[in-house]
């Protein structure tokens, strides 16, 4: 069984960083995409950010390019996110995913994922 969990969350000024850490247990033959997705309050679920863990190719979403940096872990075969510029907006409970499979373009629906988890608080004061 694989387990997923954040670390890294807090409360921080607009303008400040951020850095997110995702350790995964039970996944040293699985090496699929790995994303970080965020619910900001009141509102769905939404993609952040994704890796390929196989060749290191990225994806992000609009909200958060250039401002936002993913990239692997190997001694916790885990995620990393990189939170720069921070914004009121950006203030979510974020979480990590592991998905079913590899790919250069790692899939942006939270469908397509199938670990989660429990989930880090990110709060960005104005």
């Known amino acids: 069984q694989v387990q997923l969990v954040e670390s890294g969350g807090g409360l921080v000024q607009a303008g400040g960083s951020l850095r997110l850490s995702c350790a995964a247990s039970g996944r040293a033959f699985i090496n699929y995409n790995m994303a970080w997705f965020r619910q900001p309050p009141g509102k769905e679920r939404e993609f952040v950010t994704a890796i390929d863990w196989n060749i290191g190719s990225t994806r992000y979403a609009d909200a958060v390019k250039g401002r936002f940096t993913i990239s692997r872990d190997d001694v916790k075969n885990g995620v990393y996110l990189q939170m720069n510029s921070l914004k009121p907006e950006d203030t979510a409970v974020y979480y990590c995913?592991?998905?079913?499979?590899?790919?250069?373009?790692?899939?942006?629906?939270?469908?397509?994922?199938?670990?989660w988890g429990q989930g880090t608080q990110v709060t960005v004061s104005s």
């Open positions: 995913a592991l998905g079913y499979s590899s790919g250069p373009i790692a899939p942006m629906s939270t469908a397509a994922y199938r670990y």
